[in-house]
């Protein structure tokens, strides 16, 4: 009898704490789920804005702020109109070296878990800082929201098995101390943005990137073995801490044991303004030098913008507080200046944008002349 007590004792005993054992183990998961992901380190490619393997080609006045880059292919293209603030480099010794890092990376963001599952369109999401997971193709059509929840060091990884493609005036925000730095998408095979895009972070594409029109990045497009194609884009490669590829940032060498300032840098509490908000005001269709134009559509595309006023001649005409920045333009014959007031999100000051054209005159319509008929004198008249 005392055996059997004794034995129910021990089985309850032991399935208590298998129940604790299980609870915990969970817990663990859990947490290891939830464990914060250290930025995938760039290397050299950091310096860059834009990078392909194949060839980088342009149409319309771009803008690309950090360097830009192509190797092993050689071809850059469309560098006027479009506009480098940097340096580019074409099939040199630091391109070759950017894209081995460029490997190095997309390796590291591909290899990263515990992933989270997703599938189809991330539109209308709110995600949380961690590792997303594709199997195959990933749209967004909207905005999708990733939320640091306070924590500016918050890392999100997106794995994308095949194609990443954003409709037309599609978002990527950021919030609660969300940073572009620390977002990466790596893309299994390539990406398209749509026109009007506003995009944050990363893209580590395997073969190709491309920019439709009025797409805007802020962060870096880094193409490993095929073209990144641009048309009247923005793409800002913002200020992020450089990590050697596949480091994290307990590993950096050199690095400033904690608590201890380094020389010339921030102290801890302190902030610094940013500014790296950027715009530009383009005619669709192009304006052709020396020639009039008629109606047409102004747009503003850059990086940062809050709100673009719009007016001319000094009469408001359109004001607009989100993206696409655009407005339709019909005036009457003679010269005319459209300016476009840009107000922006961070430190930038805000800027004017001044455009003059002539528009053409309303085509008329040349009536021909007759002369007056004579009177016919009737038959048979003799007067």
Same mark, same amino acid.
């Given at each position: 009898?005392?055996?059997?007590?004794?034995?129910?004792?021990k089985?309850?005993?032991w399935?208590?704490?298998?129940?604790?054992?299980?609870?915990?183990?969970?817990?663990?998961?859990?947490?290891?789920?939830?464990a914060?992901?250290?930025?995938?380190?760039?290397?050299?490619?950091?310096?860059?804005?834009?990078?392909?393997?194949?060839?980088?080609?342009n149409?319309? $006045?771009s803008?690309?702020?950090?360097?830009?880059?192509?190797?092993?292919g050689?071809a850059?293209?469309?560098?006027?109109?479009?506009?480098?603030?940097g340096?580019?480099?074409?099939?040199?010794?630091?391109a070759?070296?950017?894209?081995?890092?460029?490997?190095?990376?997309?390796?590291?963001?591909?290899?990263?878990?515990?992933?989270?599952?997703?599938?189809?369109?991330?539109?209308?999401?709110?995600?949380?800082?961690?590792?997303?997971?594709?199997?195959?193709?990933?749209?967004?059509?909207?905005?999708?929201?990733?939320?640091?929840?306070?924590?500016?060091n918050?890392?999100?990884?997106?794995?994308?098995?095949?194609?990443?493609?954003?409709?037309?005036?599609?978002?990527?925000?950021?919030?609660?101390?969300?940073?572009?730095?620390?977002? *990466?998408?790596?893309?299994?095979?390539?990406?398209?943005?749509?026109?009007?895009?506003?995009?944050?972070?990363?893209?580590?594409?395997?073969?190709?990137?491309?920019l439709?029109?009025?797409?805007?990045?802020?962060?870096? !497009?880094?193409?490993?073995?095929?073209?990144?194609?641009?048309?009247?884009?923005?793409?800002?490669?913002?200020?992020?801490?450089?990590?050697? $590829?596949?480091?994290?940032?307990?590993?950096?060498?050199?690095?400033?044991?904690?608590g201890?300032?380094?020389p010339?840098?921030?102290?801890?509490?302190?902030?610094?303004?940013?500014?790296?908000?950027?715009?530009?005001?383009a005619t669709?269709?192009?304006?052709? $030098?020396?020639?009039?134009?008629?109606? *047409?559509?102004?747009?503003?595309?850059?990086?940062?913008?809050?709100r673009v006023? *719009?007016?001319?001649d000094?009469?408001?005409?359109?004001?607009?507080?989100?993206?696409?920045? !655009?407005?339709?333009v019909?005036?009457?014959?003679?010269?005319?200046?459209?300016?476009a007031?840009?107000?922006?999100?961070?430190?930038?000051?805000?800027a004017?944008?001044?455009?003059?054209?002539?528009?053409?005159?309303?085509?008329?319509?040349?009536?021909?002349?007759?002369?007056?008929?004579?009177?016919?004198?009737?038959?048979?008249?003799?007067?």
């Amino acid at each position: 009898m005392s055996q059997s007590v004794s034995g129910g004792l021990k089985t309850k005993a032991w399935g208590a704490c298998g129940l604790w054992l299980g609870v915990l183990l969970s817990l663990l998961l859990a947490s290891s789920a939830g464990a914060a992901q250290p930025p995938v380190g760039l290397g050299t490619a950091s310096s860059f804005a834009v990078l392909a393997g194949s060839t980088v080609t342009n149409t319309g $006045p771009s803008v690309v702020n950090g360097d830009l880059g192509v190797s092993p292919g050689t071809a850059v293209t469309g560098f006027p109109p479009g506009t480098v603030n940097g340096t580019i480099h074409a099939a040199d010794a630091v391109a070759a070296q950017a894209q081995t890092d460029t490997t190095t990376a997309y390796n590291d963001a591909a290899g990263r878990t515990p992933a989270v599952s997703v599938s189809g369109d991330l539109g209308g999401s709110t995600l949380t800082p961690g590792v997303y997971k594709a199997s195959s193709s990933l749209g967004l059509t909207g905005d999708v929201t990733l939320d640091a929840q306070g924590d500016p060091n918050a890392v999100f990884i997106f794995q994308v098995g095949s194609t990443l493609t954003t409709a037309s005036s599609s978002r990527v925000l950021l919030i609660n101390g969300a940073n572009a730095c620390n977002v *990466f998408w790596q893309i299994g095979s390539s990406a398209t943005l749509g026109t009007n895009t506003s995009f944050k972070g990363t893209i580590l594409a395997l073969t190709s990137i491309t920019l439709n029109t009025g797409a805007t990045v802020d962060g870096r !497009t880094l193409a490993r073995n095929g073209a990144v194609t641009m048309d009247t884009n923005t793409i800002t490669r913002g200020s992020c801490p450089t990590l050697p $590829p596949g480091s994290t940032p307990g590993s950096t060498p050199g690095a400033t044991p904690p608590g201890a300032t380094p020389p010339g840098t921030t102290p801890p509490g302190a902030t610094l303004p940013v500014a790296i908000g950027t715009a530009i005001l383009a005619t669709m269709p192009p304006q052709r $030098p020396n020639r009039c134009i008629g109606g *047409f559509r102004a747009v503003v595309t850059g990086l940062r913008i809050r709100r673009v006023a *719009f007016s001319l001649d000094g009469r408001s005409i359109a004001t607009r507080s989100r993206s696409p920045f !655009t407005v339709s333009v019909r005036s009457l014959s003679g010269v005319h200046r459209l300016t476009a007031r840009v107000t922006f999100t961070d430190a930038t000051r805000p800027a004017n944008l001044r455009l003059r054209y002539r528009a053409c005159g309303a085509a008329r319509r040349r009536v021909p002349t007759r002369r007056p008929r004579r009177p016919r004198r009737p038959s048979g008249f003799t007067g």
